[in-house]
């Protein structure tokens, strides 16, 4: 350990950002979304299928839910903490990447091996500690190495590489599993996140910036690293520290970080609420009965189509018209989309009603998230992304919780009308969205980002500079 001394800046961005560094930079988040995309909608549910009776396959599926958004909670912010005081030859969030991603990878080849509900719920919850000890410092590689004039650009790749990432994914491991294919459907879904991480690793250069808080410089060499393991009286205190200084109150001194959090959990809570109970929707509020299953597709793709389509324009957006503004945008058009589903008469309908749904998740991706890289405390990223993500695990258990008996609650008293009182609940959560939104601050444009820097003359150290 060395300098107690804490430190609020962060390295700024200097050089500008071109689109082939900005593609490498998403392609780790390409791949995990893929993974996901595929072992959430396809692989998981085909697994519990085979190792559980079909009368509680819904409850065991939703155990793994609920244990996978508890490990996100946790691990993803204590990743991205640790990230911010590790200090490496190869910075400080890359080596988490690359030790993660290859933990991850293995665990997912256990998947394929699995024979049983218990070892499959295990595997799953060691692969999500694993993802998401990778997935919080690389959230922080945006705001280390994208300035905030062109983080909008940024963010709407990712937001597109998470879209697109899903719908690879799906489309992969359903084709694979319907051959009969469930191993290579495990195998293809850990081999793309582990390439994504390969590319993005390999092909931008990270650079150094003020460590925060007390300075973590590993061990070098096996032997190092065996008698540090062996010795808890060097790690127990900084990992405790780090466990207090995570969670601690400081926090409630960012108030646009925590204005934004809180609308950043209503709009996820909406689109949340709309998508698990869209096929009951269909079933009992539009009366197409049983055989309503092959009338999602064409719904959801058309919803995943637009959100895909508006995600890179919807980040342009925000660098030309504000984040904030374009989040609200967002938040407003996905109040009138929700607004229009609790009102369609017939299923033909819902084809225009998902027009304004899309538009305002793809916008929302992006704009949310370079907001986010912009608000956080300078030097701290890998904290508060990983905080963030508390909001995006805890908003899909929360808006089941609510939604689900309040449907039930409903069509005790007319079967069918629940469902298109959820829709209007979704209205009510995008629109406080859009409320909560107007209480954050926009922090003003920065300067231009490394990553062209380094493609023209390789790594240099980045001048810091202050923060917020």
Known sequence: MADDTRSGAAAVPAGRAGLGSLLTLTAYYFGLSILWGSMTTIVLPYLVGLHVPPGIKGSALALIASLQAVVAIVVQPLAGAASDHLETGLGRRRPWMVAGVTAQALCIVGLALAGGYWTVLAIVLAIEVCSNSAQGPYQALLPDLVPRGERGVASGLLGGAQLAGQVVGVAAAGALVAAGYLAAAIIVAGASVWLGMLIT??????????????????PHGARAWLAELASPGRWLGPVRAMIVEVWGRD???????????????????????????????LQDSLGLGPGAEAAVVPIAGLVAL????????????????????????????????????FLAPSYVWLFPVAIPFGLAIGIFLTAD????????PAGEAGRYL????????????????IA?????????????LGY???????????????????????????APSPLGAHEASGPTEAPSGGGR
């Open 404 to 416: 689900g008996p309040l449907a039930d609650f409903i069509n005790g008293f007319r079967p069918g």
């Open 386 to 401: 990983g905080l963030s993500n508390t909001v995006t695990a805890g908003s899909g258990l929360l808006s089941i919780v």
């Open 251 to 281: 926090i409630l001194e960012q108030r646009d970080y925590l204005w934004l959090l809180a609308s950043r959990l209503a709009i996820l809570m909406a689109t949340n609420t709309l998508q698990p109970f869209i096929l009951y929707f």
């Open 420 to 446: 298109r009182a959820i829709f209007l609940l979704a209205a009510v959560e995008f629109a406080l969205g859009a409320w909560f939104m107007r209480h954050v601050h926009e922090p003003a444009v920065g």
């Open 369 to 376: 998230w370079a907001l986010l890289a912009d608000v956080v």
């Open 201 to 218: 690793v390999l092909g931008v250069p990270e650079p150094r910036a003020a460590v925060a808080g007390p300075r973590r410089t590993p």
């Open 306 to 341: 637009v959100a895909l389509t508006s995600a890179v324009p919807g980040g342009i957006l925000t660098d030309r018209w504000g984040r904030v503004r374009t989040v609200e945008l967002s938040a407003l058009v996905g109040t009138v989309g929700a607004l229009a589903f």
